[in-house]
Nanobody
């Protein structure tokens, strides 16, 4: 199983980016897919998750109302639309997938498959 994250880059504060996570998972709609991020020297942190069968979404408080996670199961792709970016959003962003995460959706250890990460740099 492969997850390929892309779409990162350099953007000015206040700008937007859309990240994509393309997977080889044949039944993507049955997986929960999440985005995490890791800033330099810091631990990997939860950003957002989309439940596969339920299509329920959750966001960390730091990105709520600015970021939107969505998916296109026909394209085997999950997106993270990021708006109103700030320097604090600078990090490597990872997508991750798992069949069942339940209430532990924000924990790194809940996910079985990970992408390689894409770097987002926000200049202030």
């Amino acid at each position: 199983v492969q997850l390929q994250a892309s779409g990162g880059g350099l953007v000015q504060a206040g700008g937007s980016l859309r990240l994509s996570c393309t997977t080889s998972l044949r039944t993507l709609n049955t997986y929960s897919v999440a985005w995490f991020r890791q800033a330099p020297g810091k631990e990997r942190k939860f950003v957002a998750v989309n439940g596969g069968t339920t299509d329920v979404t959750f966001y960390s408080d730091s990105v709520k109302d600015r970021f939107t996670i969505s998916r296109d199961n026909d394209k085997n792709t999950v997106y993270l639309q990021m708006n109103s970016l700030t320097a604090e959003d600078t990090a490597v962003y990872y997508c991750a997938a798992a069949k069942r995460v339940g209430v532990r959706f924000a924990q790194v250890t809940s996910y079985d498959y990970w992408g390689q990460g894409t770097l987002v740099t926000v200049s202030s």
